[in-house]
């Protein structure tokens, strides 16, 4: 099946990217940004109430798990307008932070909300927890590209053409409209994580202010939850030892 060839893929991708991605201890704080909100997900993706619920019991879960566990990360902020989903945490690096934002607005404005709040002047990581198995290795090293000053930003993308998700197997862009691509035309902007500066943000510049820094994505690092199709593949991801 579909699944279970990309899984076969997937396992032997990742047995092979072990070792070369261990270096990666710096000296740069790493905070991570999660925006969560039930409502933009089930209004934006049209889910059925199981797979939101998925999404927030056991996806949001295990990521938050492997953030804490990371000593890459030093920081990581769950941007909700719902507390109780971190019941049951107890780790220093882990804050709640109360959303002002609401689900109509753009990813900007959402970045622009949070850095009112929390006024933090270093670059940050926006992660999008519907890509649940980035790399935090490769998190940190985009980051510390960006804070030595070569990029004002960087982003995961995947060539165009590559299919990356069941759902869009017969697609040559499946996300042609995703925002970034006015500014990227060497790759496809999935939108699962990017870099960025808080002072581009909040000058009103893009999330990804040129220029980019381009952060080829593995395959397991495409696994998502935008649609319920990959919930099996995540599954299979989970139990069989890969990092969570």
């Given at each position: 099946s579909f699944v279970s060839n990309r899984y076969l893929h997937l396992m032997g991708e990742y047995n092979g990217s072990i070792s070369k991605n261990q270096w990666c201890y710096g000296t740069y704080i790493m905070n991570i940004f999660i925006p969560y909100n039930q409502k933009y997900i089930l209004t934006?993706?049209?889910f059925e109430g199981d797979h939101a619920s998925f999404i927030e019991d056991v996806v949001l879960r295990n990521l938050l798990k492997r953030l804490i566990k990371s000593k890459l990360v030093n920081r990581i902020d769950l941007y909700s307008q719902d507390k109780n989903v971190l019941t049951g945490f107890?780790?220093?690096?882990?804050n709640f932070?109360?959303?002002i934002s609401d689900e109509s607005e753009r990813s900007e404005e959402i970045i622009k909300d949070y850095l009112t709040i929390t006024k933090l002047n270093e670059p940050i990581?926006?992660?999008?927890l519907m890509f649940p198995f980035t790399e935090i290795a490769k998190l940190h090293g985009a980051l510390n590209d960006v804070q030595s000053g070569k990029y004002e930003s960087a982003t995961g993308v995947v060539d165009k053409g590559i299919v990356w998700s069941s759902d869009s197997?017969?697609?040559i862009d499946p996300l042609a409209s995703t925002p970034s691509q006015t500014e990227i035309d060497t790759g496809l902007d999935v939108?699962?994580?990017c870099i960025i500066k808080p002072e581009n943000i909040l000058r009103g510049f893009r999330r990804t202010t040129p220029p980019v820094k381009l952060i080829a994505l593995a395959s397991r690092e495409l696994v998502n939850m935008r649609t319920s199709r990959d919930k099996e593949l995540y599954q299979l991801i989970i139990s069989s030892g890969m990092p969570l």
């Open positions: 934006t993706y049209g107890h780790s220093k690096k882990l932070v109360e959303s990581v926006y992660y999008n197997a017969y697609d939108g699962s994580f």
